[in-house]
């Protein structure tokens, strides 16, 4: 049989279901699929001379990636979602009780319900490659695994290592599933169908796999109702630190498991199936799927509107600084990208410092198990540091990672040109200080620009490249190529000083200060925000980045923006004070071995905080905090900082936390409505000031009744 989406080949007994998608790079399950799919288990069950069955993929690099979102997002209601998903399961269900052995054949991803299929197989094989990872994702989503992951997971590992899993979003490697029972076999590529075969034959003749149980503790835990409304408990408490109420769908599906746990395979799909009809079409669903679809495309992306060049090959990075940030991003290039990196700084010291940074990302990775003992030797050996321009001369990219200071980064750059080859690319690390005030002295401006990585490098996702007005299209292209091989989301900004992050993070911390000196408690700020859907408040955030950090920002920008960027003088005072944040020991908070232990309340009387905030300060704080942000953003947006929507919104995302929930801060004004956005502004502006005053975009889309996105 030969279908548009899967063949099947039968050979001396053993049926291969080879899933292949014509015209797409990765298998996904589509209403195609499912349909090809079913067709084909009704031919191997009712074929006597078919004994055992493989199910495999015809593509590179993955097995089956998950249902197709396309499909997905076009959903109406729950009716049509509960429909969806009763498919599904009745088909996964067809493929666990084909009465003939089933062998799931991994290579490359395996997510989502290409995980769900495997789990309804008899017996899993993957493969020892990168590429090859197994998981449930459908959290990150906004919604549930309900093709039965939520049923057949926690039965085949155990409750909490599937909790671990499913309600995080989580993807392990094949060496980690092997570990854990989640596959029974890991073998190298080239002998996955032949080990396939034979497991499928041996399954035929009758022979079953041993498993381990639980043990002691796992059956304490989880082989009796109690110890299972133990581990419930315990994740429930862990969810609402770690997502609060915003995202519904983790609760969802720790309700799923325990329910099918207590009650039944039944049971459970049908709970399933109800949850998942209320999620997928609910509005939470909507913006993480929207995310997921805006992020896809700026992975496709060339930084450049129009034709863009090829981006030029990068194998040789060299960093100047080897402090901490500069460290960091020498660690992750040669952890990611895999390529030569030489530190340069002033002194010895400081070299060896930074080497050993960047070997403890390395370390990091191999404590994880991410890579082998030999991979860790391998990589570490791309690392190399000096006081010198020795080996300058043959990187292709040199990133500048110095103090923030203008005239320092001119002399480096200065030096720079003299050591490097003509087309080597040269970034500055600068987080707010614009590119074309750096190169107005080089030689060759053309081949200068920002890549500005968020601390910590190896922790967070984006990337800002900065193009200037001179910046050639192939020095962008480029830097852009080379971010994706650190594993970073890139977003181009223009050359404007603060460029998009800091742009539109400034008035929120400025605002927050203000707030402050007015007599609001630092925690009644942080938990404002928090409750809002940031990962941490502003105060906090202010610590984190370093209050001198934030106070050399906050001067740039007023340079640039005057009286709407003023901070207010109490950050300055903290600095004057050597309030440096947690990175010093003291800032906002107290730290005791770096770790927080309450908030200084002599911070009060530095900053000469008033003794206690008016009522109607205090109703305003949320307010104040997320609109500053907002109606800066559609200021940035109108100068075009950014290039559409949703560059702003993904920068804000995966640059400063903004709640995905809400979609960014540019499509949280779309849900607000620009008329109600321009009064609220026009209120806080009357009662606050004229740093409030609607963005003139903003009012202009008010008359109109326009939006940042269509539909």
């Known amino acids: 049989m030969t279908g548009s989406s899967l063949r099947l080949e039968v050979a001396d007994g053993v049926g291969r279901v080879i899933l292949d998608l014509p015209g797409e790079p990765i298998n996904k399950i589509t ?6 799919l079913e067709a084909a288990l009704a031919q191997v069950r009712a ?29 109406a209601s729950s009716h049509e979602a509960e429909a969806l998903v009763r498919r599904g399961q009745a088909l996964i269900n067809r493929l666990e009780d084909l009465g003939k ?19 309804a197989c008899t017996y899993r094989i993957a493969t020892e490659h990168p590429k090859t990872s197994l998981g449930l994702p459908e959290v990150q989503l906004g919604i549930i695994p309900a093709a039965g992951g939520c049923q057949r997971l926690p039965r085949l590992i155990g409750l909490r290592a599937a909790l671990d899993i499913i309600l995080a979003g989580k993807t392990v490697p094949s060496s980690r599933a092997l570990r854990m029972g989640l596959v029974d076999e890991a073998v190298h590529p080239a002998i996955l169908l032949p080990v396939a075969e034979a497991a499928a034959r041996r399954l035929a003749d009758g022979w079953r796999p041993t498993r381990r149980g639980p043990g002691v503790i796992g059956w304490v835990l989880e082989g009796n109702l109690l110890g299972r409304l133990l581990v419930a408990g315990m994740a429930r408490r862990e969810l609402h630190k770690k997502v609060g109420d915003h995202y519904p769908a983790p609760y969802a599906a720790l309700d799923a498991v325990m329910y099918g746990l207590r009650h039944g395979l039944a049971a459970g799909l049908d709970r399933e199936a109800r949850h998942f009809a209320e999620l997928a079409v609910g509005p939470v669903s909507r913006k993480l799927v929207q995310i997921f679809f805006a992020t896809t495309a700026l992975k496709k992306d060339s930084g450049i509107s129009g034709p863009a060049p090829p981006p030029l090959p990068c194998e040789r990075l060299a960093v100047v600084g080897a402090g901490f940030m500069g460290a960091a991003i020498g660690g992750v290039a040669a952890a990611q990208a895999q390529v030569d990196v030489r530190l340069k700084d002033a002194d010895l010291d400081r070299v060896s410092r930074g080497l050993r940074a960047a070997g403890a990302i390395l370390k990091d990775r191999l404590n994880r198990r991410r890579i082998t003992k030999y991979e860790f030797r391998r990589l570490a050996a791309l690392i190399s540091g000096g006081t010198d321009w020795a080996g300058f001369h043959r990187a292709q990219l040199v990133i500048e990672a110095v103090f923030e200071d203008l005239a320092v980064k ?43 990585f968020f601390s910590p490098v190896e922790r967070m996702p984006l990337l800002e490249v900065i193009a200037a007005e001179r910046t050639a299209p192939w020095a962008v292209t480029s830097a852009v190529a080379f971010g994706r091989r650190l594993g970073k989301t890139v977003v181009v900004v223009h050359d ?121 300060v205090h109703a305003d704080v949320e307010v104040r905090l997320v609109f500053a942000m907002l109606n800066e953003a559609v200021l940035a947006l109108e100068e075009r900082v950014v290039r559409s929507p949703r560059d702003g919104d993904i920068a804000a995302l995966f640059g400063i936390g903004y709640p995905a929930f809400r979609g960014g801060p540019l499509r949280y004004l779309d849900d607000v409505g620009s008329a109600a956005a321009v009064s609220t502004l026009e209120r806080l502006a009357a009662s606050y000031g004229d740093r409030f005053r609607p963005a003139p975009r903003l009012v202009q889309m008010a008359a109109r009744g326009e939006r940042f996105y269509a539909g």
């Open 31 to 36: 209403r195609r699929v499912g349909q090809d």
């Open 47 to 75: 074929d006597p001379k078919v004994r055992a069955v493989i199910l495999a993929s015809g593509k590179a690099d993955t097995f089956i990636a998950g249902a197709d979102i396309e499909e997905f997002a076009q959903l």
């Open 101 to 119: 052995p089933v062998v799931a054949a991994i290579h490359g991803a395996c997510l989502g319900g290409g995980l769900e299929a495997s789990l």
């Open 410 to 452: 001119r002399q480096v750059f200065a030096d720079l040109e003299a050591h490097v080859a003509p087309d080597c690319i040269l970034a500055s690390n600068t987080s707010t200080i614009p590119i074309a005030r750096i190169a107005e002295t080089m030689k060759h401006p053309d081949r200068v620009l920002g890549m500005h």
């Open 496 to 616: 404007r000083p603060g460029f998009w992050v800091n742009r539109i993070l400034a008035p929120y911390l400025n605002e927050a200060g203000r707030l402050l000196e007015e007599g609001v408690r630092m925690e009644e700020l942080d938990q404002a925000m928090t409750r809002f859907g940031f990962p941490v408040g502003p105060i906090t955030l202010l610590d984190e980045v370093g209050i001198d950090v934030a106070s050399k920002a906050a001067a740039v920008l007023s340079d640039a923006f005057g009286a709407r960027m003023q901070p207010p003088q109490g950050i300055g005072r903290l600095v004057a004070d050597g309030r440096l944040g947690r990175k010093g020991g003291r800032g906002f908070y107290r730290y005791v071995n770096g770790k927080r232990s309450g908030p200084d309340h002599s911070v009060y009387q530095i900053v000469g905080a008033a003794h206690g905030a008016s009522r109607s």
